[in-house]
């Protein structure tokens, strides 16, 4: 009896604590354990892309996925702290404890997983094209057949241009509008509008928020057609901490279902990113 008790008594123990400290529910992993040790979440992601993310002028991070970062941290009993690596590092994986997550928009594509883990998705944005503002004759995505294209490289807008599968999991079927493209690579975002605006190149595409926020701006640009595609978005972690990855998903999950991430989509693009087409 003696020992039946025990056991009782450290299982109510254990349950107990899950129910304080959302942070110590099986916490073994390398990044489980730096979070629980330090009490923060640190978080990878870009500083030049509103209105996702971005710095104000004060220094400050702001934009929908710094926002849907800092939430996943407070509910897993952390406070966000975000750094800003190169992209072609966040994606290769093996970041030797340098960051926990990437909250960075990144396509879960299979490519990808061979180096990550993408515990949860936690929005879904539609893919447009946007041209020069005065380019009043391209009006549909065939319009741009064998014209110059230009955006971020590597991405998986390459490959539609291509034809080539884009590898992301539980995508759409996607319907190829654009034929023998000329692809014009950029190491950023912002230089690729800045072609659209030089007339360097006749067109780019970027998520529709993105661009609406460049127009909004002022640059000067207009969005044709309807979306291209969709594509989802994940939570990316380092591979090998299974008990960060479940942690992360409940965490997310549970922002989709009560509405968090749809009001913070709300917020920062006045549409509702967090349900899959």
């Given at each position: 009896m003696a020992r039946h008790f025990r056991i009782f008594s450290l299982l109510s123990f254990v349950l107990s604590a899950m129910v304080l400290s959302p942070i110590s529910v099986g916490l073994a992993g390398e990044a489980s354990d730096r979070i629980k040790a330090s009490g923060k979440l640190v978080v990878a992601t870009d500083?030049?892309?509103?209105?996702?993310?971005?710095?104000?002028?004060?220094?400050?991070?702001?934009?929908?996925?710094?926002?849907?970062?800092?939430?996943?941290?407070?509910?897993?009993?952390?406070?966000?702290?975000?750094?800003?690596?190169?992209?072609?590092?966040?994606?290769?994986?093996?970041?030797?404890?340098?960051?926990?997550?990437?909250?960075?928009?990144?396509?879960?594509t299979v490519e990808r997983a061979k180096n990550l883990d993408f515990p949860a998705n936690y929005y879904w944005a539609p893919v447009n094209l946007a041209v020069n503002a005065k380019n009043l004759a391209a009006k549909v995505p065939a319009n741009l057949s064998g014209k110059r294209i230009g955006f971020l490289v590597p991405s998986?807008?390459?490959?539609?241009l291509r034809g080539e599968p884009m590898g992301i999991d539980g995508m759409q079927p996607v319907t190829h509008m654009i034929d023998n493209a000329i692809i014009v690579p950029y190491d950023s975002d912002s230089a690729s509008f800045d072609g659209v605006a030089k007339g360097e190149i006749d067109a780019t595409m970027n998520y529709l928020p993105v661009l609406m926020y460049e127009i909004k701006q002022g640059r000067p640009m207009r969005i044709i057609g309807t979306p291209l595609f969709y594509v989802s978005d994940a939570v990316a972690i380092d591979k090998g901490d299974p008990e960060l990855s479940t942690l992360i998903k409940n965490n997310v999950d549970g922002m989709i279902a009560d509405g968090t991430i749809g009001a913070l989509s709300m917020k920062w693009f006045q549409f509702d990113l967090s349900k899959a087409p």
């Open positions: 500083p030049g892309w509103p209105p996702f993310s971005s710095r104000d002028a004060d220094g400050n991070w702001t934009g929908f996925d710094v926002d849907v970062a800092t939430e996943i941290a407070k509910r897993m009993g952390a406070k966000a702290e975000f750094v800003a690596p190169p992209w072609d590092e966040q994606v290769a994986g093996h970041w030797k404890g340098k960051w926990d997550a990437c909250v960075c928009s990144m396509t879960p998986t807008y390459e490959l539609y």
